[in-house]
């Protein structure tokens, strides 16, 4: 599946662009069915919330069969991606953000290109995030909000020195990048600035839509105080043309995708696990 002309230009002007409806209920009720038959808790890759009880997010390696494996290499998502970024590609990351209901936290408003280019050695930000709705996504249940245009604006974002002073462990260091304190945070007045000239977005949708977003974009979301858990799956696109260079410390396998060879897109009717 590729972009229309204008679907394009609306990610290039707003750094983001929502399909709703992309995948149908079965695919994404394959994979909520077998994400709660496992107990994620002391699993790597794992995050926790603040309560060390409630499940933040997990992380997936890539190159294993993992939860995502399969729809994360499906046409309908891959071919866009492709589309974006002008070239073939293949994934630096798979996560999903749970948001449990009540007990979801925060995300500070942030941008996630500086993570890897100071972590992961990525050159430029020629990537595309492609967040996948398991869960219905409302205006109660903590959804993603985005600042659109700012995407234009480079690197905005810096390192939060609360969290430096936090996070002292080098075993836990990578968490600092998945808790609600995290690494590097746009700042509040840069905030103020950019949603005086921008505003602010916050895309909604049902179980199935898809939302393209560009590194750049400052983007972060509030605390679920709603009785509606509100899970998506997050893969990182990065292109062939865009391979990271070596750093010292590198992050985790489950982290960090590292298998540089161009995904080949599978056609929908794949199965998704």
Partial sequence: MYLQEEQQKTYQENGFLLLDNLFDKAQIKAITAKLSTVSWKNTPGTVLEEDQATVRGIHEDPTENGFLDKISKNALIVEPAMQLLGSQVYIHQLKINFKAAFSGDLWPWH?????????????????????????????????LCLIPGSHQEGVISSLNQIEQDYAASEDSKWISSFQSNLKYTTPEQTIIKLVEKYGIEAPKGKPGTVLFFHPNCVHGSANNISPFSRKIAIITYNSIDNIPIAVDNPRPDFLVGRDYRAIKPLPDQALIL
């Fill in 111 to 143: 941008q996630d290109y500086i993570f890897w280019q100071k972590e992961d050695g990525m050159p430029t930000p020629r990537a595309v995030n492609v967040v996948i709705f398991l869960e219905e996504v409302n205006e109660f249940n903590g959804p």
